[in-house]
C-alpha cells in the first residue's frame, strides 16, 4: 500500500464530553474534548496541571501507560484514547478531565471514535509535520522485542505469544488509515485473565473491571464473557491498538512499520524513546504538493521548528 498522508493538521470542530468509570480506580470520571489551534498538540487539563501527551511525560507503565507522576498529579490509562486520536488523525486536542484515570468504556477505542465522529473533524491551516524513520531502531527484553523500520507507510506488526489456549501466538499486521483503524482496531477491548483480575482486587487495582470492559478468561481456559470475542483475534488487535496509542505518545505520526513480539506499554515506549533519542534514525517530514495537487512528495523540515517529541 503506498503513502496515505494528510497535508494538514486537525483538530475537533465542536465539543463533546463523555463519562465512565477508571478500569484500576473504579471511580466515575468524566472528560471533554475541546478544539485546539494547530500546533498545540495533545493537551491533558486536570485541576492541578497540564499533561501533554509526550512520552517525555510517562510516569509509569505497569499496568497501564500513565502521564505524570505516579505519586502526585497524574492522567492514567491514556493508551485506548490515544489509539483513537492517532486511527483517525487527529493532531490538536486539549481533553479536560476531572479524575486520574481516563474512562475505561467498554475496554476499547469504540467510544471515543464515536465521540469524535459526534464533534466532528476539522482541518486546519498548518501543515502536519510527521517523523519518518530512516533506519532500524530495535530494543529487546528478554524473548520479547520492539522495532521500527523504514517503509513507505504507516505500518503496525505485531505478534503475541500467550501460554494460554484461547490465545496462543496469534498476528495483526496492516498499513493503517483511518477505515482501518475503524473496522479492524478499535473495537478490540482489552482482556485478562480471571485469576489475574482477583489478585488484581486485592492488590488495590483493576476495581472497576467487569465482563462490560474487558474480556475475561476463566479458570477453565474459556472467554466467560457473554458477547464472546468481537474478533477471532481480538487479543493481538487489541495488543495493536495499545501500541498505537503508546506511539501517539511521539507528539507526530511517524512514516516507517513498528512490529513487535510480545510486546507491551513499557517495551512501547522504550522503542520510542530509543528511536527519538538518535538523531540520524528519523527526520521530519511534510508534504508538498505538485502539478496542481495530482502528486505528493515528502520534504524535509527543520526539526527546530516544531519539535514536542524532542525529549
Given at each position: 500500500?503506498?503513502i496515505?498522508?494528510h497535508?494538514?493538521?486537525?483538530?475537533?470542530?465542536?465539543?463533546v464530553?463523555?463519562?465512565?468509570?477508571?478500569?484500576?480506580s473504579?471511580k466515575p470520571?468524566s472528560?471533554t474534548?475541546?478544539p485546539?489551534?494547530?500546533?498545540?498538540?495533545?493537551?491533558f487539563?486536570?485541576?492541578?496541571?497540564?499533561l501533554?501527551?509526550l512520552?517525555?511525560?510517562?510516569?509509569?507503565?505497569?499496568l497501564?501507560t500513565?502521564?505524570?507522576?505516579?505519586?502526585g498529579?497524574?492522567?492514567?490509562t491514556?493508551?485506548h484514547l490515544?489509539g483513537?486520536?492517532?486511527?483517525?488523525g487527529?493532531?490538536?486536542?486539549?481533553?479536560?478531565i476531572?479524575?486520574?484515570?481516563?474512562?475505561?468504556?467498554?475496554?476499547s477505542?469504540?467510544?471515543?471514535v464515536?465521540?469524535?465522529?459526534q464533534?466532528?473533524?476539522?482541518?486546519?491551516?498548518?501543515k502536519?509535520?510527521?517523523i519518518?524513520?530512516?533506519?532500524?531502531?530495535r530494543?529487546?527484553?528478554?524473548?520479547?522485542w520492539a522495532?521500527?523500520?523504514p517503509?513507505g507507510?504507516?505500518r503496525?506488526e505485531?505478534?503475541?505469544?500467550?501460554?494460554?489456549?484461547v490465545?496462543?501466538?496469534q498476528?495483526?499486521a496492516?498499513?493503517?488509515?483511518d477505515?482501518?483503524?475503524?473496522n479492524?482496531?478499535?473495537r478490540?477491548r482489552?482482556?485478562?485473565?480471571?485469576?489475574?483480575?482477583?489478585r488484581?482486587?486485592?492488590?488495590?487495582?483493576a476495581l472497576?473491571s467487569?465482563l462490560e470492559?474487558?474480556v475475561v478468561?476463566?479458570d477453565?481456559n474459556?472467554?466467560i464473557?457473554?458477547?464472546?470475542l468481537r474478533?477471532p483475534?481480538?487479543?493481538v488487535?487489541?495488543?495493536?491498538?495499545?501500541?498505537m496509542?503508546d506511539?501517539a505518545?511521539?507528539?507526530a505520526?511517524f512514516?516507517?512499520?513498528?512490529r513487535?513480539?510480545?510486546?507491551?506499554?513499557r517495551l512501547?515506549a522504550?522503542?520510542?524513546?530509543?528511536?527519538l533519542?538518535?538523531?540520524?534514525?528519523?527526520e521530519?517530514?511534510?508534504t508538498t504538493r505538485r502539478?496542481?495537487?495530482r502528486?505528493a512528495?515528502?520534504?524535509?523540515?527543520?526539526?527546530?521548528v516544531?519539535?514536542p517529541?524532542?525529549?
Amino acid at each position: 500500500m503506498g503513502i496515505i498522508l494528510h497535508d494538514y493538521q486537525t483538530t475537533l470542530k465542536s465539543r463533546v464530553t463523555l463519562s465512565g468509570v477508571g478500569v484500576h480506580s473504579g471511580k466515575p470520571v468524566s472528560l471533554t474534548f475541546l478544539p485546539a489551534d494547530a500546533d498545540t498538540g495533545v493537551v491533558f487539563q486536570t485541576a492541578g496541571r497540564d499533561l501533554r501527551a509526550l512520552v517525555s511525560e510517562v510516569g509509569a507503565t505497569d499496568l497501564c501507560t500513565m502521564l505524570g507522576d505516579p505519586a502526585g498529579e497524574h492522567v492514567a490509562t491514556v493508551e485506548h484514547l490515544m489509539g483513537a486520536l492517532f486511527g483517525l488523525g487527529i493532531d490538536n486536542l486539549v481533553i479536560e478531565i476531572d479524575g486520574g484515570e481516563v474512562p475505561i468504556m467498554d475496554g476499547s477505542s469504540s467510544h471515543f471514535v464515536e465521540a469524535i465522529d459526534q464533534a466532528g473533524i476539522e482541518t486546519q491551516s498548518v501543515k502536519r509535520r510527521y517523523i519518518r524513520v530512516l533506519k532500524p531502531v530495535r530494543i529487546e527484553n528478554g524473548a520479547s522485542w520492539a522495532e521500527f523500520r523504514p517503509y513507505g507507510g504507516t505500518r503496525f506488526e505485531v505478534e503475541i505469544d500467550f501460554e494460554s489456549p484461547v490465545i496462543g501466538r496469534q498476528s495483526f499486521a496492516s498499513d493503517i488509515n483511518d477505515d482501518i483503524f475503524r473496522n479492524e482496531i478499535s473495537r478490540a477491548r482489552t482482556f485478562g485473565f480471571m485469576k489475574d483480575v482477583e489478585r488484581l482486587w486485592a492488590a488495590g487495582y483493576a476495581l472497576g473491571s467487569s465482563l462490560e470492559n474487558s474480556v475475561v478468561i476463566g479458570d477453565d481456559n474459556r472467554v466467560i464473557n457473554m458477547e464472546g470475542l468481537r474478533f477471532p483475534n481480538e487479543f493481538v488487535r487489541h495488543k495493536t491498538l495499545d501500541a498505537m496509542g503508546d506511539l501517539a505518545l511521539a507528539g507526530a505520526r511517524f512514516i516507517g512499520c513498528f512490529r513487535s513480539y510480545r510486546g507491551g506499554h513499557r517495551l512501547n515506549a522504550a522503542a520510542l524513546r530509543r528511536l527519538l533519542s538518535d538523531r540520524s534514525a528519523f527526520e521530519i517530514v511534510e508534504t508538498t504538493r505538485r502539478e496542481r495537487g495530482r502528486s505528493a512528495e515528502m520534504i524535509a523540515v527543520n526539526a527546530a521548528v516544531y519539535a514536542p517529541w524532542m525529549l
